[in-house]
């Protein structure tokens, strides 16, 4: 379903409409580069989809590749107009608009070495563990803020990939983060056999495309028209089961 879209029909939607973007560094569930992974990353396939959808949107840009901390400045400061994907935040909602539709679901997860016999059940004992090494996350995400507002000590990795490498040589005891980021990366590095995924679901949160608030009323409403378009056809949730 993912791969055969009905563009959407209609004057407005043939005129040529660029928006300029960016892909985020360290993250190859959301974006992959050339080489990184097998698959493009799901951020990356949701924006080429609104493209086949609605034939005269664009996005420019793309070859920026930046940690996420640099594309939120861009995207407050109005240097690029809009971004897949996001978590929603109060502070966030300041500073940016997010588009109604929800792309997909996220869950918070762990990952600890295979001949860990801990279990972490809460985030009580993912504190615990904190206490002795600080449980690792990606730094400049929400997760982190979660993570702090728990009392779970932390400690920042630029991406999952260099996190899973640092729990391997015990410099930490647990990495947060992104169910989909963690599976991904211990699929792509082949460290499944070294490494496991804990089974507790910590929380659960949804990502959504967001815009400068700069941008116009109508290219706004444009994007949101065509990821309607993609939820309604359920061509948001193929890409997102692609994934899993």
Request: aromatic residues 4%; proline residues 6%.
């Amino acid at each position: 379903m993912c791969c055969a879209l009905t563009p959407i029909v209609g004057a407005r939607e043939s005129e040529p409409l660029l928006l300029r973007s960016a892909q985020q560094s360290g993250s190859i569930a959301k974006y992959a580069a050339p080489g990184e992974a097998q698959l493009p990353g799901l951020c990356m396939e949701i924006l080429r989809a609104v493209e086949r959808i609605d034939p005269g949107l664009r996005f420019t840009g793309l070859s920026l590749r930046a940690p996420l901390r640099r594309i939120e400045r861009m995207l407050a400061a109005g240097e690029i107009d809009t971004f897949f994907c996001l978590l929603k935040s109060p502070e966030r909602a300041l500073q940016w608009r997010y588009l109604p539709v929800p792309l997909y679901r996220i869950r918070h997860m762990v990952v600890q070495r295979a001949d860990d016999p801990t279990e972490l059940r809460g985030m009580a004992d993912l504190a615990a563990v904190g206490r002795n090494k600080p449980v690792l996350v990606t730094q400049g995400t929400l997760l982190q803020q979660t993570l702090e507002r728990a009392h779970v000590p932390t400690g920042a990795a630029p991406s999952e990939r260099e996190a899973l490498q640092m729990l391997l040589m015990g410099r930490a005891d647990a990495v947060y983060g992104q169910d989909l980021n963690l599976v991904r990366n211990l699929r792509e590095s082949g460290l499944g056999d070294r490494l496991r995924l804990s089974g507790t679901v910590f929380a659960e949160e949804v990502q959504y495309a967001t815009v400068s608030t700069q941008l116009p009323a109508a290219s706004v409403q444009r994007l949101t028209l065509a990821l309607q378009a993609l939820e309604r056809d359920g061509s948001l949730k193929a890409l997102a089961d692609k994934y899993k």
